[in-house]
C-alpha cells in the first residue's frame, strides 16, 4: 500500500518562503520518480516540478522555474519541495504523486499515486 503524506503548507506573505515536505511509504520509493502538482480554485490540477528516482534530473513549470527546487531523501522516503519568493498565483493546494517507473514525467495521468494535499496561500 502506497502512501503519500504533504506536510508545510501555510500561509506567507509575498515575497516570503515555504518548505513542503512528502513522506512516502513503501519500500521502492528509491526507484521512482516523483513529482509536485498544484490546484487552484476553479483550475485544473497543474504540474509544477518533478524529480527522477536518484534525484539527478529535475524538471519545472515555466511557472516557477529558477524560484522553487525539488529535492528527495531516499533514506527517508521523502521528497521536498523549497518555494522562494512567493508569488499571490502561487496559492494553491499542493500535491504530492509518485510514478510506477524512474523516468520523469510532467503529466497527471503518468503519476498512479497521490496524496491528500497541503494548502498553500500567499497574502499580496
Known amino acids: 500500500q502506497v502512501q503519500l503524506v504533504e506536510s508545510g503548507g501555510g500561509l506567507v506573505q509575498a515575497g516570503g518562503s515555504l518548505r513542503l515536505s512528502c513522506a512516502a511509504s513503501?519500500?521502492?520509493?528509491?526507484?521512482?520518480?516523483m513529482g509536485w502538482f498544484r490546484q487552484a480554485p476553479g483550475k485544473e490540477r497543474e504540474f509544477v516540478a518533478a524529480?527522477?528516482?536518484?534525484?539527478?534530473?529535475?524538471s519545472y513549470a515555466d511557472s516557477v522555474k529558477g524560484r522553487f527546487t525539488i529535492s528527495r531523501d531516499n533514506a527517508k522516503n521523502t521528497v521536498y519541495l523549497q518555494m522562494n519568493s512567493l508569488k499571490a498565483e502561487d496559492t494553491a493546494v499542493y500535491y504530492c504523486?509518485?510514478?510506477?517507473?524512474?523516468?520523469?514525467?510532467?503529466?497527471?495521468?503518468?503519476?498512479?499515486?497521490w496524496g491528500q494535499g497541503t494548502q498553500v496561500t500567499v497574502s499580496s
Open positions: 513503501g519500500r521502492t520509493f528509491s526507484t521512482v520518480a
Open positions: 504523486a509518485r510514478r510506477k517507473t524512474s523516468g520523469l514525467a510532467s503529466t497527471t495521468n503518468a503519476y498512479s499515486y
Open positions: 524529480i527522477s528516482w536518484s534525484g539527478g534530473s529535475t
